[in-house]
C-alpha cells in the first residue's frame, strides 16, 4: 500500500534511446516532484507539477521533459537518453508548496544509460 | 549559494555505539530555513525522520536527534545508541515554507554492524 510507487525500478538503455520512466501517487497531492541522485550531489529537482497539465521547472530540466496526466500520475521522459543521465531518480508528492508539507517519496528508479 | 554539506560515508559503527553525523548549512536565499534528515532504507524511498523549523529547537524521533545551531549553521544528527535496523542513508536538507527550494546534502551511508 505504498503511497508513492515508481516503475520500472530499474532500466538500461542505450546512447540516444527513449525512456519514460512513470510515478503514480495515491495521497492525494497536488504537487509532485523528479528528482535525480548521483553521486557526490544531493539530490537535485529536475521538474515539478501542482497539478493535471502543469509543468514547472526545476533546477536540471536540460534533456528531461515531464507530464502530468493526472493528479496521480507523473512521467519523465528521456527522448535522446545520454550517458550524463545515469543516475537513480525519485518520485515525490505533497500536499502543498514549501517546506511545511512533508515530501513522500518513492523508492526510485535506477536508470542506466550505455 | 544555498547549500548543505554533511558527513561523507560510510560511516561503520557497533550496535550500541553512539552515532553523530556532522551537517553544516548556507542558507543565502533562505530567510529562515527550515532543517531537515531524511533516512532511506534499502530499497525504500527518502522519509522523513525529523524536522526543526525553529533556531534553537531540537528535534527528534526515532532515539535521533538534532539541534538547529543558527550561530554555527549546524544541524548534526546524533543517537546514543544504534542498532542494526538504523542501517541506511541519511540527508540533511534545508527548505522554506514559502518556497518550493529543498536543499539535499550528498547522503551519508551508515552500516551498524551487530
Known amino acids: 500500500e505504498a503511497a508513492v510507487t515508481q516503475s520500472p525500478r530499474n532500466k538500461v538503455t542505450v546512447t540516444g534511446g527513449n525512456v519514460t520512466l512513470s510515478c503514480r501517487q495515491t495521497?492525494?497531492?497536488?504537487?509532485m516532484y523528479w528528482y535525480r541522485q548521483d553521486t557526490g550531489h544531493g539530490l537535485r529537482l529536475i521538474h515539478y507539477?501542482?497539478?493535471?497539465?502543469?509543468?514547472q521547472i526545476g533546477d536540471v530540466p536540460d534533456g528531461y521533459k515531464a507530464t502530468r496526466t493526472t493528479q496521480e500520475d507523473f512521467f519523465l521522459l528521456l527522448e535522446l537518453a545520454s550517458p550524463s543521465q545515469t543516475s537513480l531518480y525519485f518520485c515525490?508528492?505533497?500536499?502543498?508548496?514549501?517546506?511545511?508539507?512533508?515530501?513522500?517519496f518513492g523508492p526510485g528508479t535506477r536508470l542506466t544509460v550505455l | 549559494g544555498d547549500s548543505v554539506t554533511q558527513t561523507e560515508g560510510p560511516v561503520t559503527v557497533s550496535e550500541s555505539e553512539s552515532l553523530i553525523i556532522n551537517c553544516t548549512y548556507s542558507?543565502?536565499?533562505?530567510?529562515?530555513?527550515?532543517l531537515f534528515w531524511y533516512v532511506r532504507y534499502p530499497g525504500e524511498g527518502l522519509q522523513l525522520l525529523l524536522k526543526?523549523?525553529?533556531?534553537?529547537q531540537k528535534g527528534s524521533s526515532r532515539g535521533f536527534e538534532a539541534t538547529y545551531n543558527k550561530e554555527t549553521t549546524s544541524f548534526h544528527l546524533q543517537k546514543a545508541s544504534v542498532q542494526e535496523s538504523d542501517s541506511a542513508v541519511y540527508y540533511c536538507a534545508l527548505g522554506s515554507s514559502n518556497t518550493n527550494k529543498v536543499v539535499f546534502g550528498t547522503g551519508t551511508r551508515l552500516q551498524v554492524l551487530p
Open positions: 515525490a508528492s505533497s500536499g502543498g508548496l514549501g517546506t511545511s508539507y512533508e515530501q513522500y
Open positions: 507539477s501542482y497539478g493535471a497539465g502543469n509543468l
Open positions: 542558507a543565502t536565499s533562505i530567510a529562515y530555513p527550515n
Open positions: 495521497n492525494s497531492h497536488n504537487y
Open positions: 526543526v523549523i525553529t533556531a534553537g
